[in-house]
């Protein structure tokens, strides 16, 4: 059985921040990309405490990654703090843009024994 797998790089430092199944493990909706605790690859991720409002998913906070270098890339991802419990799948986790010109999203097919 074919099986849909997603990495996650930081473009410029190729930094790997996540990679997993499509699906739970890494959950797409609404064109971002919704990382759980087990398939994120790095703990540079940092809160910086600027608050948002999603009128329908609730409160957040903005991430920043922090690179090997030194260098930090500022509101990169985002975590819901506050989350609405109907959307089970954004609760905690790291939120990161489909489309973002720092990212290198890469799809995948594994073949697994399941």
Do not use: A, E, Q
């Given at each position: 059985m074919q099986k849909k797998y997603i990495s996650i790089t930081h473009t410029a430092s190729g930094t790997k921040l996540a990679e997993g199944p499509l699906g739970w493990g890494i959950t797409s909706f609404e064109g971002n990309l919704?990382?759980?605790?087990?398939?994120?690859?790095?703990?540079?991720?940092?809160?910086?405490?600027?608050?948002?409002?999603?009128?329908?998913?609730?409160?957040?906070?903005?991430?920043?990654?922090?690179?090997?270098?030194?260098?930090?890339?500022?509101?990169?991802?985002?975590?819901?703090?506050?989350?609405?419990?109907?959307?089970?799948?954004?609760?905690?986790?790291?939120?990161?843009?489909?489309v973002h010109p720092a990212l290198e999203i890469v799809e995948f097919q594994s073949t697994t024994s399941e």
């Open positions: 919704y990382v759980s605790r087990k398939h994120l690859l790095t703990d540079r991720f940092k809160v910086n405490f600027i608050p948002g409002l999603c009128v329908y998913k609730f409160l957040y906070v903005w991430l920043d990654l922090l690179l090997p270098d030194g260098k930090k890339i500022k509101n990169l991802g985002w975590m819901y703090w506050l989350p609405n419990p109907l959307l089970p799948f954004i609760w905690f986790r790291v939120g990161l843009p489909r």
